[in-house]
């Protein structure tokens, strides 16, 4: 059981990136899947999450409105479209796999070891 992102690097203010989160040994239907990021220095920041049986959303006023979270449950992989990049978005970003809907408190109330998966993170780096 794993998960993998990717389609992290180095981009300019203002640009795009979209990342990846592929899964492999599991379905994603009873999990919500979730994106967050750590900057050196700062404490970790869940900023969405997405449900794997509905493709509900949830988004922390940090992202909303600059990203968005989608989901192909055929091909296991929840992607993460980042838009109008900041240089404070500048970070390791991973994805995790909590066994429940998607709610604020997957994104911003559980920790990285209650997760049930996660990734070992892909860097995205926002140049001024």
């Known amino acids: 059981v794993q998960l993998v992102e990717s389609g992290g690097g180095l981009v300019q203010a203002g640009g795009s990136l979209r990342l990846s989160c592929a899964a492999s040994g599991f379905t994603f239907d009873d999990y919500a899947i979730g994106w967050f990021r750590q900057a050196p220095g700062k404490e970790r920041e869940g900023f969405t999450c997405i449900s794997g049986f509905d493709g509900s959303t949830y988004y922390t006023d940090s992202v909303k409105g600059r990203f968005t979270i989608s989901i192909d449950n055929a091909k296991s992989t929840v992607y993460l479209q980042m838009n109008s990049l900041k240089p404070e978005d500048t970070a390791v970003y991973y994805c995790?796999?909590?066994?429940?809907?998607?709610?604020?408190?997957?994104?911003?109330?559980?920790?990285?070891?209650?997760?049930?998966?996660r990734g070992q993170g892909t860097q995205v780096t926002v140049s001024s």
């Open positions: 995790g796999a909590f066994f429940d809907i998607c709610t604020e408190m997957v994104v911003t109330g559980v920790t990285p070891l209650e997760l049930d998966y």
